[in-house]
């Protein structure tokens, strides 16, 4: 099976402008979560989305949202970028909703605001 | 709020030496407790957990509720095992996943 998938795999991007961030799960996985990795704050979850619904969410400001597709693939969008959201961005799925689940990661996505 | 501390940044041995990564965890109710690991130029995958009490590459942590710690142990270490290990817990409601903030093993020939 083909593992997670993340696009764009690195990105720049100037304050104030926004971004989309794409992740095809493994297929048959209908959980995708979303992760920031810092330095200074390690990782930190995002969001969880099942069946299209956003499940779960950590505290992040509402700049960041996302969304899933019927078919599971998943975006999620920082609106006015700012310096502090540099970091890298995973993706990881699971066949049913829940951290306890095995979770699969992507590579990540390397955003570096400027 | 549920938290995982990592006490060490880095953890240096050398090869046939037994490993022991810290990993202490504060919660009120009944977590689910993980190890993810990320070898170099790999992506962070699930080491072991420990409702399933398995040992994995060697590995074994158990859950200690009296002392809030979930340590990973390993008698022997190889210089396969260096790598980024992330301590991780789930609270009741199995929902997200909160990681710890990283040890660094690295295993020296």
């Known amino acids: 099976k083909a593992g997670v998938t993340q696009t764009p795999r690195y990105l720049i991007k100037t304050r104030g402008q926004q971004v989309t961030l794409s992740c095809s799960p493994i297929?048959?996985?209908?959980?995708v979560s979303w992760y920031q990795q810092t330095p200074g704050q390690g990782l930190q979850f995002l969001f969880e989305?099942?069946?299209?619904?956003?499940?779960n969410k950590g505290n992040f400001p509402g700049r960041f949202s996302g969304r899933q597709f019927s078919n599971s693939r998943s975006e999620m969008n920082v609106s006015t970028l700012e310096l502090g959201d540099s970091a890298l961005y995973l993706c990881?799925?699971?066949?049913?909703?829940?951290?306890?689940?095995?979770?699969?990661f992507g590579p990540g996505t390397r955003l570096t605001v400027t | 709020a549920q938290r995982v501390t990592q006490p060490e940044k880095l953890l240096s041995v050398f090869k046939g030496a037994p490993v022991e990564l810290k990993c202490n965890y504060s919660?009120?109710?009944?977590?689910?407790l993980f190890w993810y690991v990320q070898y170099s130029r790999q992506r962070l995958q699930l080491l072991l957990r420990?409702?399933s009490r398995e040992s994995i590459k060697g590995f074994t942590a158990d859950l200690n509720k009296g002392e809030t710690s979930f340590h990973l142990k390993k008698p022997f270490a190889q210089e396969e095992d260096s790598a980024m290990y992330y301590c991780?817990?789930?609270?009741?409601?199995?929902?997200?996943?909160?990681f710890g903030s990283g040890t660094r093993l690295q295993v020296q020939p």
């Open positions: 990881a799925s699971s066949l049913r909703q829940g951290g306890n689940y095995e979770q699969y």
């Open positions: 297929s048959g996985h209908r959980s």
């Open positions: 989305y099942f069946s299209e619904t956003q499940r």
């Open positions: 919660y009120s109710g009944s977590p689910e």
């Open positions: 420990h409702i």
């Open positions: 991780a817990l789930t609270d009741t409601g199995r929902r997200a996943l909160t």
